[in-house]
Structures are given as structure tokens and as C-alpha cells.
């Protein structure tokens, strides 16, 4: 909590000046209010004499006056510092998270991070607000409090020594088994917060497979261990008002027992005894509100570690001091000579954590400007993690990855990831318009640029059927489309700005055939115009699990578990790579070298039945063999 208040309460400390000096001047005129009514008592009703008790009774109502003005004073100053601090807190929380490589995020993960810096950052809040209207008044009152009673009798003294170390061990023991069960509410809200996204962006997979009743139950499980926390430390808490108010209570009976035998006897007077039972009930009410203070300041305490944990984050991939890099001009490929390689990595490996096995082991290839590369592997091959080392998501544990001849680790990021554009796996939208998700990479793109992208990404059409083009609202996640215009809407987004190294991981997962030829022949004849109006070819990246996909690529790399198994054209693959020939002969695969099919796939045969109501459907469907326009393979039925 120290750490935060130093990084983020420089600006607000007048306020946090300010704030406690006012509401120390409220707790003086609280600490003598009892006294000017012990005067009220003596000098007013015990002498009945209306004058002087009317005269204490405006001395009052002035104080009150004056304390609550004070009071405004400084709650205004409390909510100024904690929710100037909340934002600036938030600000840099977000900031900082932008900032963290592929690896921090994974190892923090999406819900905690949610967690952090919402339901963290109003414990951190509520704290600061706390402390600016409260840490001085209730110890400064208590301790106040106490000297005033003793200097009033010094006999009736020793039952305020009782009393409060009384109320303290309460304290003590109450606390001391608390803390720990803090800390473990805010791990169980991560929980829930897990389950809530899981649950909510996965709905439709959930209902398609009627699974409602299990994530139910999943949140229930985690709601009700939350609860059950919280139970146990209400339970402990509980035990607090009922015993110090009992210890309170007890010692008023002391108080106006002794003081009674000691007003007998003339050794006090009446308005001091109200005077003293009014000190020890503001002394031992301080103590409880203390002890509240204690329980905030522990949570915030756990929160402000947990936001700390974030923010001491040190980024494992940065760019300070690096320069940018030059582009090769396109006057030196003049003569058909390549002055540098567009892609090259050199035995690079990668692994998710240490002693962890490599995701990507030893991979070395060299790719030329204008050249496509496509990499196929089985799942878990290690396929999108190998090109997330280009852009440099992830830095490459051993080796190195270069683009046009530099090494990824010496660009500056923003140049680096405008030079290579990524269209990831997973389509990606953003609440807007389809104007504001395409212009990410270059905001000041024109309509002409923009429609010229949608062309390549066979994406034109739909949009151009939209009431409001290019206008049109984009929900968040993109709900309101459907996967295959999600995911060409991500293609036409990296394809603005005139990136020199696209990338496209499993770009095809939810295109048609058709469509998935036409994207390519688009974006080989962009490349090619691209390198003919002057400017730099562009070079891209294909992964997929389609043979059709990358086989006319320049060279193909063949993954097996994250190591190379086979890199060449699809020619060469066929006739030397055993794995690269399972893929195409698979049912799905593409032809071989002379042309034909995939050989386990044979033509007139039955291939799929229709189960309905969970029972094996007569209807057989079969499905014929035909060649499309660029040679793939296609199936009709």
C-alpha cells in the first residue's frame, strides 16, 4: 500500500494534507464537547439556571457548526485523492498490461488481470478514502479521549486500563484470524471471474452441447466457496461489536457506580461523571471503528500487492534505445538480385517456462522477399507459435529470428509489427464500426484504401450489402457477424497500411474452398502489382492445416511436435517427407504431385452418415471429386 501511495499520491498530497488537519480540527471540538456539557450540567441544570445552560447550549451548536464544515472540507479532499488515485491507478494498470509480452499475460492470465484492476483497484480506494477521513480521527479520538478522562480523576482512570486492553486482545484475536481468509477471497473471485468468462463467451458451444445445468453447477461451486470464506470471516467478525460493546457497557455501569459513591462524597460533581462516561464510550467506540480500519486496510493491503505484483512486472520483450531499421529500397532488386532475406531464423526454439519442453525446437529456415512460406503440422505442432516469434509476441528462448536482416530484438515494436502484419488465429473484432476495426493499422487509411482491402479479403461484398458500408456497428467480439466474414474482416485489417510480411495463421478455418483460392490468388497478385508500381513485394506467411492452402507455396515447413520434419516445395515434400504425405493422403488432403487425390479417398463411396435423435439416420450421402480452377481438389455432393 506505502509502495502505491508513493508512485501514485505525489499530486494529491496537499489534499492528503488538507483532508486529516481538518478533520483534526473536528475531533478538538468532539474531544471538548464533553466538557462544555459537564460545564452545561454544573453551572446550567445542576444551579438551574436557564441562562448559563442556554449559553453551553450555543457553545454547542456553534462547535457543531464549525466541526461539520470541516467535515465537508474534508470529505471533499477524501473523494478528490482516492478516486484521482483509482483513476491514475487503473491508467497505468491498463498501460502497463498493454505493455507485457505474450508470456506475462499467460502467466498472470485474463480473469486475474480483470480482477486486478477493478475489484483490486476499489479495495486500494475505499482504503485511501478511509485514510484521508478516518486513520487520524479515531486513534487521535481514542487516545484523546483517554487523557482527558484521566485528568478529570485519576481513580476512575484505572477502569478505562481494564477496559481497553480488554477490547485490544478481542481485537487481536479476531484479526489475526481474519487476515489470512482476505487473501483468499480475492484468489476465489479470480475464480469467479474465470468461470463468468468462460461461461458468457462460450455460450453458444455451451448451449450446443446442452451444457447450461454443468456451468451452473461450475458456478455455483465457486460462488458457494467464495461464500463459505466469507462466512467463516463474518463469523469472526461478528464476535466483535457484541464483545466490546459489552466491555463498554460494563465499564459505564463501573464508571457511574465508583463515580456515584465519589459524587456522595463530593469529590467529583455530576457533569464530570457524564463528562467521563461520554470519554470512555468515545474511547472504546474509537477502538471498534479502529479495528474496522484494520480490516480495510487489509484488504487493501492484499489488493495493493496484487496490483503491485502487475505493475513490478518487468516486460520480458522491449524496445528502449533501439533505432529503426532501414527498409531495403526497392531500386536494389533491380536485376533479380535479393539484398537481404524478408525472413530468416537461425536454430531458434522457444518454450512456454522453464523446464518446460520446447514448443518450437531448432528451427532454421530463410525466406526471400516476395516468397510465401507455408507451415502445416498436426494440432499442437507448435505451428502458431512459431509465427508469433516474427512479430515478436513471444522472444525466442534460444537463437534468433530476423526480418530483412535484422535481428527482431534490435527493431522498434511499432515499426517491426507495422512491417509485419498477423491475422490471428482467432477472428478478433472490437466494439465500433467496420471502418474503426479496419483502420488500426494506419488511421488515416481512405475509403478507397479500406474498400481496396476488403476486395483482397473477399470481404466487399457483405459489407457493401450493409445499409451503412463501411459505417456499419460492429458488436463487441464481432457477435454480429458470422465466423467466416469475422475472420475475412481480420484479413482486410491487416492488409491495410501496406505491410511487407503478412502473416495468416489458419486464416482459412471458416472459409469455403472457393473463397479460400480466391484470398490467395488476391493476395499473390497484390504482391506481384505491389513490386511493380515500385514499392516492396510482399512476402507472407500461410498456416494451415489445408494442403490445398499451402501448397503452392515457394517453400513449405512441415512441424512435428515444434521440430522441423520436412521443408520444401510440395513436390519434394511429397516425394521425401513421410509426415507431409500422411497430411495430403488424409481424406481431406489435396493431390499428389501427378494430380491425383488423396489415396485413402476413393470416389462414389458412402462417407457420411446423419445421426438424428441420437440414432444412425438411413440417409447416405456421397459425394464426388472435381478440380477447381486453380487445381485443388473439391468435393461436391
Not at 457553545?59 to 474534508?74: D, E, K, N
Not at 484521482?84 to 485474463?110: P, Q, V, W
Request: hydrophobic residues 45%.
Amino acid at each position: 500500500m506505502i509502495e502505491l501511495l508513493r508512485r501514485f499520491g505525489g499530486k494529491f498530497r496537499r489534499y492528503m494534507v488538507i483532508g486529516p488537519v481538518c478533520k483534526l480540527i473536528e475531533v478538538i471540538f468532539d474531544l471538548l464537547t464533553p466538557l462544555v456539557i459537564a460545564q452545561m450540567i454544573d453551572k446550567g441544570i445542576g444551579a438551574r439556571d436557564v441562562n448559563a445552560a442556554v449559553h453551553y447550549g450555543m457553545v454547542l451548536a456553534a462547535m457543531a457548526v464549525i466541526g461539520i464544515s470541516f467535515t465537508l472540507v474534508c470529505q471533499k479532499m477524501a473523494a478528490l485523492t482516492s478516486q484521482g488515485m483509482g483513476t491514475d491507478i487503473r491508467g497505468a494498470l491498463y498501460e502497463h498490461i498493454n505493455k507485457l509480452s505474450y508470456a506475462e499475460l499467460d502467466r498472470f492470465g485474463t480473469p486475474s488481470l480483470i480482477t486486478r484492476i477493478t475489484n483490486d483497484v476499489n479495495q486500494v480506494q475505499l482504503a485511501v478514502a478511509l485514510g484521508v477521513r478516518m486513520l487520524i480521527r479515531w486513534p487521535f479520538l481514542a487516545v484523546g479521549s483517554m487523557c482527558a478522562a484521566l485528568a478529570i480523576d485519576l481513580k476512575l482512570g484505572i477502569i478505562f486500563l481494564i477496559c481497553t486492553p480488554a477490547i485490544g486482545l478481542v481485537f487481536w484475536f479476531v484479526m489475526a484470524r481474519c487476515i489470512p481468509y482476505y487473501k483468499q477471497l480475492q484468489a476465489k473471485l479470480d475464480r469467479i471471474a474465470l468461470i463468468c468468462r468462460e461461461g458468457l463467451s462460450g455460450a453458444r458451444v455451451v448451449r450446443a452441447f446442452v451444457r447450461e445445468g454443468h456451468e451452473r453447477e461450475r458456478f455455483a461451486q465457486a460462488a458457494d466457496a467464495q461464500a463459505n470464506t466469507a462466512v467463516v470471516v463474518g463469523k469472526l467478525s461478528s464476535i466483535l461489536n457484541p464483545v466490546t460493546f459489552l466491555v463498554m457497557n460494563l465499564g459505564v455501569c463501573a464508571i457511574l457506580w465508583v463515580g456515584g459513591i465519589q459524587v456522595n462524597v463530593g469529590e467529583l460533581t455530576q457533569g464530570q461523571v457524564m463528562a467521563f462516561v461520554n470519554y470512555m464510550t468515545q474511547t472504546l467506540t474509537s477502538i471498534v471503528y479502529v479495528a474496522n480500519l484494520v480490516v480495510v486496510f487489509t484488504k487493501a493491503s492484499a489488493s495493493a500487492s496484487r496490483i503491485n505484483e502487475v505493475l513490478n512486472c518487468v516486460p520480458s520483450i522491449t524496445d528502449e534505445d533501439n533505432e529503426p531499421v532501414a527498409l531495403p529500397e526497392p531500386s536494389e532488386l533491380a536485376g533479380g538480385t535479393v539484398p537481404v532475406p524478408a525472413l530468416s531464423l537461425s536454430h531458434a526454439s522457444f518454450s512456454f517456462g522453464t523446464g518446460a519442453a520446447n514448443a518450437v525446437n531448432d528451427v532454421t529456415l530463410e525466406l526471400p522477399l516476395g516468397k510465401t512460406l507455408g507451415i502445416i503440422g498436426g494440432t499442437g505442432s507448435g505451428k502458431s507459435t512459431l509465427v508469433s516469434l516474427i512479430p515478436r509476441l513471444y522472444d525466442a528462448s534460444t537463437g534468433s529470428v530476423s526480418v530483412m536482416g535484422s535481428d527482431v530484438r534490435a527493431w522498434p515494436l511499432d515499426q517491426l509489427r507495422h512491417v509485419v502484419a498477423t491475422v490471428p488465429q482467432r477472428a478478433s473484432l472490437v466494439s465500433g464500426t467496420i471502418r474503426s476495426n479496419l483502420t488500426w493499422r494506419d488511421e488515416s487509411a481512405t475509403d478507397e484504401e479500406l474498400w481496396a482491402a476488403l476486395d483482397m479479403a473477399q470481404a466487399s461484398e457483405f459489407v457493401r450489402n450493409k445499409l451503412q458500408g463501411l459505417d456499419a456497428p460492429v458488436e463487441a467480439g464481432g457477435k454480429n457477424f458470422s465466423g467466416g466474414q469475422r475472420q475475412r474482416l481480420t484479413i482486410a485489417r491487416a492488409l491495410v497500411g501496406s505491410p511487407q510480411i503478412l502473416i495468416m495463421d489458419d486464416f482459412a478455418s471458416a472459409l469455403d474452398f472457393k473463397t479460400d483460392a480466391a484470398l490467395r490468388h488476391a493476395i499473390r497478385e497484390r504482391g506481384v502489382r505491389g513490386a511493380a508500381e515500385g514499392g516492396l513485394p510482399l512476402t507472407t506467411v500461410i498456416v494451415s492445416q489445408r494442403v490445398p492452402t499451402v501448397r503452392d507455396a515457394d517453400m513449405i515447413c512441415v512441424l512435428d511436435h515444434g521440430s522441423v520434419a520436412g521443408l520444401g516445395t510440395h513436390d519434394e515434400l511429397y516425394a521425401s517427407c513421410q509426415l507431409y504425405r500422411e497430411i495430403c493422403q488424409a481424406p481431406r488432403g489435396a493431390r499428389g504431385p501427378s494430380g491425383e487425390c488423396g489415396a485413402r479417398v476413393r470416389p462414389n463411396r458412402p462417407r457420411i452418415r446423419l445421426r438424428k435423435g441420437g440414432l444412425l439416420d438411413e440417409s447416405v450421402y456421397f459425394f464426388r471429386f472435381g478440380r477447381h480452377d486453380d487445381g485443388q481438389c473439391v468435393r461436391q455432393r
